[in-house]
DNA sequence: ACAATTATCTGACTAAAGTCAGCTATCATG
DNA sequence: CATGATAGCTGACTTTAGTCAGATAATTGT
């Protein structure tokens, strides 16, 4: 049901329309800068799509819109200038990770050079107005990356869950003290994070996950809140809020009345959010070995 | 010269490439509602570009940066479609005039409308935190129309104007000590502000007008500034500088020798504008009630 | 073991965008 | 009135992007 609020102002939709203008021509502008590398567009941006650590050609595709054949194309021909290899994925080999050469990651290099430069352009040109352009850049890219990430469950063992999984356990290597090996950790199953037990929610922005969540349950009243992770890009959204949110909806639905977790003292921003939504600090309630703080809410 | 001042935070650059990605994803999906009406999209570009008022060919080709050929061909595509009629400059009859039919009026309305309806879904999305969203919109476009911000004799009646003469009162309310009533100062009559005794200037970024400067004369060799304004949005670029250069080139032309001013000592800026740029403080040289400064400056 | 699904590749297309050389008509200038 | 510049047109291209219908191989569910 649209138009409910107040109609909207002209004046503010010209304000915004102007915004657009400006928007899309910085947008040719960098596009125009990447054509000077002699590769047509649409390869330049898939190379850039692989990125350093290189992807599996399903991700690049998902992320870029394009049509398999494509793709495949675009693929062909990185590969025919020494800028990228495929291998197939040991994990699942109908899949190919595409994984840039050397020379392709001088290439990808290159580019974050010609869209380093113009930020830089940007900001020089600016001088102590800088800090309040920047803020107006977060606020808008945040107002626009808002509304287009939904929460949607997903089975554990499915691609886009999985690949939260892995960037929340290389996160977490990077950030505890000890580092983290998911072996050592108290691991749930995957069927505890399943319907009727419990649950696996991601957060979806325009289809690409940038977050998740797990319930898992064992049938009975109490289940654990559990890998609760946002992707770096869309941080600074409320999307954890969000996600523990749903997460909490989920489990009322599921019949569970008492909510847990455990937590690394690392995990900082976590922690500001359990206390500021209602969780209350408990005794250790397990042996996790990489917690250190325990959380229990009611849900009535 | 670049980099000249400091290097700039790798953790800004990153944080403009992350408002690059929000946006670029916003301009494609307005490309992409574009293309739902059966044209493709240079064509609905170029529709768009002549515009509801026609314009000539070169002036829509220099806006879309097209090779002429393709421009031509774009024309006849519409012209076919019985969007637009193309008729010689009679001014330059090398030159032509492209004018939307009243078909060609339909179809702008509609890609108006749908500009417009996302501008709407976005505003109707976020409530209370619209006006800041705004305000970092037009700071944004601002910063990136930068170099585009052109200066333009304006009737002071007409309606961009007294956007501006508006905000500046409004300003002016805000921050003097003792507010700001319009109608106890010496307002200059709208006469005294047009060509031939004086002028009123706009900066106009993409069409929004930005700031403005009165140039009010009585006919003799003695004008004064009113009305220095920039928008909020607009400021630390040093727009006030280009519109007061912009002023005494007008005064000059229209024969004037010695130009005047007074202020209120809440605009600091202001006055160390004026004090950096050749302007001499004297003394009261009007019963103006908000000011505590005059200045004078001789254009020779 | 079997069918269904999934990821990718290939060949054969089309549409859109863009380039380039040469043409004509008009205009500005000496 | 010749000269050169300018604006636009046309035909003959190329490149880029994108679509679609199979083919193939690997994986998943039963």
Redesign the pocket.
């Known amino acids: 049901m649209p138009n409910t609020g107040p109609a909207p102002d002209p004046a503010d939709i010209a304000r915004i329309r102007r915004f657009n203008r400006a928007v899309t021509r910085e947008a040719g502008a960098l596009d125009a800068s990447f054509l000077g590398r002699g590769r047509?567009?649409?390869?330049a941006r898939a190379l850039c799509a692989i990125g350093r650590d290189g992807r599996?050609?399903?991700a690049v595709?998902a992320e870029l819109g394009?049509?398999?054949?494509?793709?495949?194309?675009l693929?062909?021909g990185l590969e025919a200038e020494g800028l990228v290899t495929?291998a197939p994925d040991p994990a699942?080999?109908?899949?190919?990770l595409a994984r840039p050469t050397a020379a392709g990651l001088r290439e990808i290099a290159a580019y974050d050079r010609l869209s380093d430069r113009r930020a830089e352009a940007l900001l020089s040109g600016l001088g102590r107005t800088a800090p309040a352009l920047l803020a107006a850049m977060d606020l808008v890219a945040t107002a626009l990356l808002h509304d287009r990430t939904e929460i949607a469950e997903a089975d554990p063992a499915a691609?886009a869950a999985r690949a939260c999984l892995a960037a929340y356990y290389a996160e977490l290597a990077r950030r505890f003290e000890a580092g983290f090996d998911v072996t050592l950790s108290r691991d749930p199953a995957a069927p505890d994070m399943r319907p009727p037990r419990g649950s696996f929610l991601l957060a979806l922005s325009d289809g690409q996950p940038v977050g998740c969540v797990g319930l898992k349950g064992d049938g009975g009243p109490v289940a654990e809140i559990k890998r609760l992770w946002i992707a770096p890009s869309a941080r600074g959204q409320g999307l954890a809020r969000r996600l523990m949110a749903a997460a909490e909806a989920r489990a009322r639905a599921l019949g569970i009345t008492t909510l847990r977790l455990d937590t690394n003292r690392a995990l900082a921003e976590a922690i500001a959010l359990y206390r500021r939504t209602g969780w209350a600090e408990v005794p250790a309630f397990n042996d996790e070995p990489y917690a250190q703080h325990w959380f229990e809410k009611g849900l009535d």
């Open positions: 047509p567009l649409g390869a599996d050609v399903s595709r394009l049509d398999s054949g494509l793709m495949s194309r693929l062909r495929l699942d080999r109908r899949r190919r691609p």
